[in-house]
């Protein structure tokens, strides 16, 4: 195998790649790229930048992610996309009726690919599949799928399915787990104690429900049963313990957003520290040129496991399947309706 690309994915500054933008992505040659709400402004106009994104990296299968969750976490949104309900509506659903929450959570995947792919963008940073505890910080909240394992599985696999379903490749967030975080990791650094054996029993437990999946992304958090100095996304015991080994997940991982402030050091350091614990690519949100030059100074070429990883996720990418949105769109509106929650 023959990399083409380097070990990070880069945000960028506004609806239209600047000239020094294009200069940055051809000399640098991220491995993807992710959209926020500040590069959306219309359907045509995202359609655009995401093949000219394509076009300035010179590769047709450059993955082109995206936060379209549902609920409070949507770049994409009305009115010009639909709205889509958060992740507790369908455990709310899974709880009186599995069936029923499971096919919610599957058929509002589908239609958000439905959404995306029509603008070419071919990965979503979803399932979400942390499970959250009384008090602990809202980051997550509603997000969340349950409070249970098993609802959070179940549901996390009809999303996963429903985006692949859909030509969408997702992404397993935030392993190893971010439900017990106290404080929002994108302000400051979260602590968990919780043992050993709570955390495997319960936070764990989805992620390995789910370590099929083709890529996931890190937890800014420190876990100080198995690392008290390092959060996961710079922790080679977490990485290697956690990850690969009691979850058994094998696919790309990304560290979460290199600019948030849970993190410690600069952004090269920050860069150095993701890819030394063992995360495959380093994720760098915020679009800002300058930082972007400092991670794609600090991370080496994709090549070895970690562009294996990259190969296979993006060869499991299917084709999508017919959907007629119209009728899929009042099926799920009627099975929110019936979770208690009207879509906007």
Request: net charge negative.
């Amino acid at each position: 195998m023959v990399s083409n690309s380097k070990a990070f994915i880069t945000g960028i500054a506004g609806p239209a790649l600047t000239p020094d933008e294009r200069k940055f992505l051809r000399a640098e040659r991220p491995w993807g790229l992710i959209l926020f709400k500040r590069n959306i402004e219309n359907k045509s106009q995202v359609a655009d930048l995401v093949a000219e994104i394509r076009e300035v990296l010179g590769r047709d299968r450059a993955p082109v992610l995206i936060d379209q969750e549902g609920g409070r976490v949507q770049r994409l949104q009305p009115p010009i996309w639909p709205s889509y309900p958060p992740g507790a509506t369908f455990g709310r659903l899974f709880e009186r009726d599995p069936a029923k929450g499971r096919h919610a959570a599957r058929l509002s995947a589908r239609l958000i690919a439905a959404d995306l792919t029509a603008l070419g963008i071919d990965v979503d940073c979803l399932p979400i599949v942390d499970v959250p505890i009384p008090g602990s910080d809202n980051v997550i909240g509603d997000r969340a799928y349950g409070t249970d394992p098993a609802t959070v599985s179940a549901v996390g696999r009809a999303v996963a399915d429903g985006l692949r379903d859909g030509g969408v490749l997702p992404i397993l967030k935030h392993i190893p787990g971010h439900g017990r975080a106290l404080v929002d990791s994108h302000h400051l650094l979260p602590v968990v104690d919780a043992p050993r054996a709570e955390l495997e029993a319960i936070d764990f437990a989805p992620f390995r429900a789910l370590a099929d999946l083709p890529m996931a992304m890190t937890a800014h958090v420190i876990y100080s049963a198995y690392d008290a100095a390092r959060p996961a996304t710079t922790s080679a015991t977490i990485v290697s313990e956690v990850i690969r080994g009691l979850i058994g997940f094998d696919g790309l991982l990304m560290g979460d957003d290199v600019s948030m402030n849970a993190l410690d050091g600069t952004i090269a350091e920050r860069s150095r520290a993701t890819i030394a614990a063992g995360c495959d690519v380093v994720l760098a949100c915020n679009g800002r040129l300058d930082e972007m030059r400092a991670v794609a100074d600090n991370v080496p070429e994709l090549r070895g496991e970690a562009l294996r990883r990259a190969d296979a996720a993006l060869a499991s990418k299917r084709p999508p399947l017919p959907i007629d949105v119209s009728a899929a769109r009042a099926e799920l509106d009627a099975l929110v309706a019936l979770a208690g929650d009207l879509i906007a």
